[in-house]
């Protein structure tokens, strides 16, 4: 009798310290997990707002490379009017290159536009490149754009995982709670049973364990 008076005392402390122990083990498990996500907020916080600066410095670049490419475009007109503007005062100078300084102005101009029709080539090429850059970083930029959104969907959802888990903690905590008083009231049904079993003995005169 005394044997089993022990064994159940000691059951239900080993119950108690469970729950004890399960209790302290939940709460500092769901601690570290919402420091943990913390972090990852903070984390994303800063990639964020990383995004949003790179899709706005993007965003600028697009806008300087239309104007760069505009003005490409258009210094490439002017010196095409220039260079044809040489060419008709050239004609008219060699109407008159009866003079040596009108023969080397007339020379000085074809040297001229020579050297600006060689200008006109590259620019229109860099201008090609930029209007081919255009389109893809146009596309870029859209991408980029939409990064910042997509984080903050990904910060509303760590948030929304951290307020859950201090939800959870106390329903964690409230089944271990439960199990271990369930199994506090098996061991009294089971001690009141030996009890009961242990009377009965005594009362029929059997001998007692």
Known sequence: MYRSK????????????SVIA???AIGRLAAATQRGLARTEQS??????????????????????????GGLSSTVDALVATRQVSASVRALLDAVSVFDRVENLSNSLTDAEASIAVVEIDLAEASGSVEEAGPVLDKAVT?????????DRSIAEVESSRARIGQQVWL??????????????????????????????????????
């Open 22 to 24: 399960g209790w302290i």
């Open 172 to 209: 964690w905590r409230l089944a271990i709670a439960a199990g271990g008083a369930a199994l506090t009231v098996m061991l009294v049904l089971i001690s009141q049973l030996r009890r009961l079993v242990t009377g009965r003995s005594v009362i029929a005169g059997e001998p007692q364990p």
């Open 143 to 151: 991408s980029l754009t939409s990064i910042p959104a997509e984080l």
């Open 6 to 17: 022990v064994l159940t005392l000691l059951a239900g402390v080993l119950i108690l310290a």
């Open 44 to 69: 994303l916080s800063t990639a964020r707002d990383l995004a949003a600066d790179t899709a706005s410095s993007a965003d600028q670049l697009h806008q300087v490379i239309t104007v760069v490419g």
